[in-house]
């Protein structure tokens, strides 16, 4: 039996590594899926990748805006039938450089992807869980970030620790109602965001950023999407069904215990 057998699942940030990955997976597993992105193209490339034989659906949404927030977990539960599963996994990165240096309005907009998107995701599919009561799991998607610091990161790293707490805030309030709510903190992962910061801390030499980061990592590489989309697989699923409130690192050993 499919460990993910007649259930729905919605990913944000669905046209990205992650996303698609933890996608591939779910359907493999026997879920429907609903990927939400703000690309519409990208959207559509990464649903016809996943050749998921009417199992994918495709919604473009803003998650930083409350309205389309609402329009997405609408649209999903009505084309899915329910939701059993939200991958909040939506989430940017912001630009690199110290605080001091740091624009407000970049400041600002990490907020509203990060913090705000991922509020008000928990906020509309928490509802449409209760409503379902049949239970539900949830996997918030953090960082090593979230866990500890680092220079010239810091708006990023602020708001995956507010995810952090976010995810014991909901896991505590929901638990009696069978809801699971939990994240996961990836180390740098093979995606385009990694590319994007190491382009960032240092434009001209982002190669030798990569080895650097990859070297601080026990394991002295980076991680794979595809070993993310294993661990939310796991939350996702009855195979976590006593598990709330936690953190899963995915890191290579990167996070000091």
């Known amino acids: 039996m499919p460990r993910l057998a007649d259930k729905a699942a919605v990913i944000t940030g669905g046209a990205g590594g992650i996303g698609i990955e933890t996608a591939r997976l779910f359907l493999r597993e026997g879920a429907k899926v609903a990927l939400v992105d703000l690309d519409q193209g990208a959207l559509d490339e990464a649903a016809n990748a996943l050749e998921g034989d009417g199992k994918v659906v495709a919604l473009t949404a803003d998650v930083s805006k ?64 209760e409503e379902q009561a049949s239970g539900g799991s949830i996997v918030n998607m953090s960082s090593v970030a979230g866990l500890t610091g680092s220079p010239d990161l810091a708006p990023y790293i602020i708001s995956k620790h507010a995810v952090l707490g976010m995810t014991r805030a909901a896991a505590l309030e929901v638990a009696a109602k069978g809801i699971r709510v939990n994240s996961v903190h990836p180390a740098p992962i093979n995606t385009r965001m990694m590319r994007s910061i190491e382009s960032g801390m240092d434009a001209d030499h982002a190669e030798d950023v990569r080895k650097a980061y990859a070297k601080a990592i026990p394991m002295q590489r980076y991680g794979e999407a595809a070993e993310v989309a294993q661990v939310v697989l796991f939350l996702a699923s009855d195979d976590a069904s006593y598990v709330t409130g936690a953190h899963y690192t995915v890191d290579g050993g990167m996070t000091p215990n």
């Open 66 to 129: 409350e309205e389309d927030v609402r329009n997405y977990v609408k649209q999903a539960r009505d084309r899915l039938g329910r939701i059993d599963i939200f991958f909040n996994n939506a989430g940017i990165e912001g630009a690199a450089g110290p605080i001091t240096r740091q624009k407000i309005e970049d400041f600002d907009k990490v907020m509203a992807v990060n913090v705000r998107g991922a509020f008000l995701g928990l906020k509309y599919v928490l509802q449409v869980m």
